[in-house]
Nanobody, 126 residues
């Protein structure tokens, strides 16, 4: 049974940091590129980072570049998202996802991702 389980979300003040984790099971983790997406209330889902199967390539949209860092540990079947300098507009449910067709490169097209977690809430507020 495929599972992606996110953790690490919570309430944080503006300017703070969080480290999200996503533990995977039920599929060949190191054969999949991984991505993080987020969705705020009333807004469309947005891709915020992705990483290739060995971690040599990562991609970030301009909206988060310099503040978000994705990493993976294939030995632990876990992908991480470090979020620094948090802003109120980062408030959203954050989801991790896995894409079999993406290998050495990655991109943030949601339809290309095969498996999704249920998300973890990040709230940035003073």
């Amino acid at each position: 049974q495929v599972q992606l389980v996110e953790s690490g979300g919570g309430l944080v003040q503006p300017g703070g940091s969080l480290r999200l984790s996503c533990a995977a099971s039920g599929f060949t983790f190191d054969g999949y590129a991984l991505g993080w997406f987020r969705q705020a209330p009333g807004k469309e889902r947005e891709g915020v980072s992705c990483i290739s199967i060995r971690g040599e390539y990562s991609y970030y949209p301009d909206s988060v570049k310099g503040r978000f860092t994705i990493s993976r540990d294939n030995a632990k079947n876990t992908v991480y998202l470090q979020i620094d300098s948090l802003k109120p507009e980062d408030t959203a449910v954050y989801y991790c996802a896995a894409a079999r067709r993406l290998k050495r490169l990655c991109r943030l097209l949601g339809d290309e991702y095969d498996f999704w977690g249920r998300g973890t809430q990040v709230t940035v507020s003073s």
